[in-house]
């Protein structure tokens, strides 16, 4: 599959031999060294079954000294290495390309600390996201990202890859709530950065470096991160509307009228929706309308939210923005409306094939890929669906084509097609789901050249051999 769709020629790595694979095993144990073909099959597989790799050895360390010993020994021996967390990823970062050994962190699950008054949690990288929320809500505390992979995805994931998610609006990216943090280079010497500060301005803030770049220039072991306290009141709008323009005024409004207590913006148009009520059978609390809004406040006093939350749709319904909606503080009917939509990704899969684009466009350009998008494959039976939703709130719409099965005739019409119409509006082709696999040649749509040359020395400077998830990241 890869091979064909993706041309790339394997690196001058070395072929794991039974002498490898016993440094492995008097490390870990064969307990946690997988290389039954059957058992390492998901490892090679990415979420979205849109890419696959060979690996016949999967590692799974426990400890940072684990960690350091597997890269050094990798290093030495050219032994190429795909850093894997919860396998959540949508780029393709996360699983190997041919045969790299996959060092995934699932058994790195251990949560050091949580300070209940600086809100710092302190804990390994693989530990799942959902388990750490719900860790912290006993102690008044939450996440600062939440996103539909949740019980998936592993923290240290999350961090390499900079997710966004659904409440990035209010809580910010973790260039911000990421206070510190432990990774081990490709040599396997083991950098501690793990600060626990808010303030640290001693020489140059080496974790963002860390921070997004996918596993290319280290492995994140450890990870010190600011949570928020659990909202007190919490409640939930979903709104239909008839245009995209209605859907600006709107946000315009919310951000007026909601201020300090929105904590989530988000969009689906009626052809993404339809992924989660005819594919997956979920049920909508509204009728059918062209657009849909999520709108969620968090808030410390119930009545003063719900006595902003209320005049906003009175207005916004008023004056005829929003023509339905539905507005909700209980628990149960909340998540039946988030999932529709966290759970957009999954029943896209349905549809058959589905090439995804995540991007970042100028608001009032957010929605236009979608008809864009139509014209140009207006005659192609092939296509199922073309569809956009997204973080209204953060400007990054994901924009999608799916069809019953891959159509090299139907990518070769969208790309290189979205990242220059992207390029063109000055937005960015990966606004949170990061390079992976699928887009390093396209990096030069949104850096400059000088930008992708120090990439590469930065590269060439943390990982000389290349062994971190080659063929990744970093464009030729
Ligand atoms: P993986 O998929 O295992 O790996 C992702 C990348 O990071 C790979 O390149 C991998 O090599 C590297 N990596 C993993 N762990 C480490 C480590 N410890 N050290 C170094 N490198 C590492 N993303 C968003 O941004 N926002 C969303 O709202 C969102 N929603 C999603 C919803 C669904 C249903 C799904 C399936 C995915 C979604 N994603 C979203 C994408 C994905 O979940 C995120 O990118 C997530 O952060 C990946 O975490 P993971 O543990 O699964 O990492
Ligand atoms: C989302 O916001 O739902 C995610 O980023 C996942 C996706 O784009 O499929
Ligand atoms: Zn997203």
């Known amino acids: 599959l890869t091979k064909d769709r993706y041309p790339v020629r394997r690196g001058e790595f070395a072929i794991l031999n039974k002498e490898h694979l016993q440094f492995f095993t008097d490390l870990l144990g064969t307990q946690r060294v997988v290389t039954d073909p059957a058992e390492c099959e998901s490892y090679n597989i990415d979420w979205i079954r ?17 960690v350091s ?32 050994v996959v060092l995934n962190t699932a058994l790195m699950n251990q949560i050091y600390d949580i300070n209940d008054t600086s809100g710092v949690l302190i804990c390994q990288a693989g530990c799942v996201l959902e388990n750490l929320d719900t860790a912290l809500a006993e102690r008044g505390l939450m996440m600062p990202l939440d996103l539909g992979a949740k019980g998936s995805c592993h923290l240290g994931g999350n961090v390499s890859t900079n997710a966004g998610g659904l409440r990035l609006l209010r809580y910010g990216n973790l260039h911000g709530s990421v206070l510190g943090l432990e990774a081990v280079k490709a040599d396997g010497q083991i950098v501690d950065l793990l600060s626990t500060l808010k303030k640290d301005n001693t020489g ?54 909601l201020g300090e207590v929105l904590a989530s913006c988000e969009m689906i148009d009626e052809s993404t929706l339809e992924v989660c009520t005819d594919n997956l059978k979920l049920k909508s609390p509204i009728s059918n309308f062209p657009f849909y809004m999520l709108i969620e406040t968090h808030g410390s006093n119930n009545e003063h939210d719900q006595e902003k939350l209320n005049g906003f749709l ?95 005739n139907i990518l070769n019409k969208i790309e290189p097609f979205v990242y220059e119409f992207t390029s063109k509006l000055r937005g960015s082709i990966s606004a949170e789901h990061g390079i992976g696999f699928r887009k390093p040649k396209y990096v030069h749509y949104s850096k400059s050249a000088e930008s992708i040359v120090i990439m590469k020395q930065l590269k060439e400077m943390f990982d000389p051999n290349g062994i971190l998830n080659p063929y990744k990241v970093i464009p030729n």
Request: with cysteine.
């Open 69 to 100: 010993k597997i890269l050094s020994f990798c290093n030495d021996h050219r032994i190429a290495v795909c850093p894997q967390g919860g396998n959540t990823g949508l780029v393709g970062g996360s699983v190997p390309v041919f045969d790299e």
């Open 50 to 66: 849109s890419v696959r790799g060979y690996s016949t050895c999967i590692l799974k360390p426990k400890t940072t000294e684990e």
């Open 314 to 408: 009175e207005d916004v319904m008023g004056n005829g923005l929003v023509l339905d909606g539905t507005v909700t503080n209980e628990p149960s009917k909340m998540k039946n409306i988030w999932d529709l939509r966290e759970r957009i990704t999954e029943g896209f899969i349905q549809d058959g094939y589905v090439f995804k684009y995540d991007v970042s466009l100028p608001i009032e350009n957010f929605y236009s890929l979608v008809p864009e998008m139509r014209q140009r494959l207006a005659n192609d039976e092939e296509v199922v669906r073309i569809s956009g939703y997204g973080h209204l709130g953060d400007g990054n719409v994901h924009f999608q084509v799916s069809c019953r099965q891959f159509s090299q």
């Open 204 to 257: 140059f803030h080496l974790k963002h470096l860390f921070i997004g770049s996918e596993g290319a220039l280290g492995i994140v072991t450890k990870i010190a991160i600011q949570c928020p306290a659990k909202p007190k009141a919490v409640n939930l709008a979903f709104l239909g509307l008839n245009s995209f323009e209605n859907i600006l005024k709107v946000l315009t409004q919310a951000k007026r009228d």
